[in-house]
């Protein structure tokens, strides 16, 4: 597709992209919109214009808060209306090139929280994450638990703390345990980031409903960069025996910007090998990983980022498929814009670790930035940027940024 739209061939919203998100204007209300290149396409000016006027879809929709409405038309439509984009974006005599008012400037509008977050739900699917963490806490040689090569692990998370790229999160306070004295009161020592990504379901389910691994696509509408906080010290006393709970919930950060998942589609690769046999529930067939290019970088306040993690998706042991699935499986039902994240995505290497956890070694080494000072875990004034994206033959289609500074605790 060649856009008479002039793009830069490195940004993450090309032609074959065309996401969704929510956005405002000059004090406006919030509305959805698309992007190309560096402007955001204003979707209720383009509805005005009678180009989706095909697809019938009630005004309403185009001036709603959140994506809910919008992807509860479902994908037939839903797929139109980013065709229909492209075709407007390519064609020579398309009636947005004589209408200016519906591209805006990235750099002129606020984004929101793209969707409303019924539930969300956090797994632990990286088998070189879970791996690493296993062997700073328990047995090297038998650093995974046993049932993990059999399920996705998972837990439920808190979905009112999730907020959009750009929010601020202050450092939580709550209850940790020196080596050497009772529990003590205070501010978390060890916040930490979490490279993960997320999908945003598309369908509603019935409760004892159980979605397959072959029809599980039906369901997810797309997906989103997701950086899941962490504060080590707080967790570390609180998770036994029920798991994450206030180590986890003081926030998380998600991308504007949802990437349909037909937009990325032709970025998928062939999934790890996963021994022991699954259970019937969980096979599936084809591809189903998807090859997307992660990096984390840390920026103190006032001063030059430092890349300090590569990493990529694909490297995801258990798929989104087999994870709603096996989330599924006792009859749980799902609505639209509720948010399932990976976990961690780690790869083998060093360069690849997805949390400071990971890289220091639980704050057993340090990380020198850019500036020269060093990090074990994340600092107050410190921001993190995760930022994603996949290429091949030229084309690209990525997710823009999440970036999240740590704010001293209130």
Known sequence: MNAWFEVNTQSDFSIYNIPFGIFSHDGSSPRIGSAIGDQVIDLRAVAGLGVFDALEINKKVWDSDFLNPFIALGKSKTQKVREILQQ???????????????????????????????????????????????????????ALLPNWRHLPVGYHGRASSIVVSGV??????????????????????????????????????????????????????????????????????EYVPLGPFLGKSFGSSVSPWVVTMEALAPYQVPGLKQEPKVLPYLEYSGHRNIDIKLEVAIQPENKEETIISRSNFKYMYWTMQQQLAHHTVNGCNVKIGDLMASGTISGEDQESLGSLLEITQAGRQSLTLTDGTERKFVQDGDTVILRGHCEK???????????TQILPAL
């Open 88 to 142: 407007e974006l390519t064609k020579e005599n398309s009636v947005l090139k004589n209408n200016d008012q519906v591209f805006i400037a990235m750099s002129e509008i606020e984004m929101h929280l793209p969707v409303q977050i019924g539930d969300y739900t956090d797994f632990y699917s990286s088998i070189h994450h879970a791996t690493n963490v296993g062997k700073l806490f328990r047995d090297p040689e038998n």
């Open 393 to 403: 033959d030229g084309k690209r289609v990525g997710f823009g940024e999440v970036r």
């Open 168 to 237: 601020p999160l202050h450092r939580p306070m709550g209850q940790q345990k020196p080596a050497d004295s009772n529990p003590v009161y205070g501010a978390s020592k060890l916040v930490d980031f979490e490279l993960e990504m997320g999908f945003i379901i598309g369908r509603e389910s019935k409760l004892g409903q159980r979605i397959s691994t072959e029809s599980a696509d039906e369901y997810i509408f797309g997906k989103v960069l997701f950086n899941d906080w962490s504060a080590r010290d707080i967790q570390k006393w």
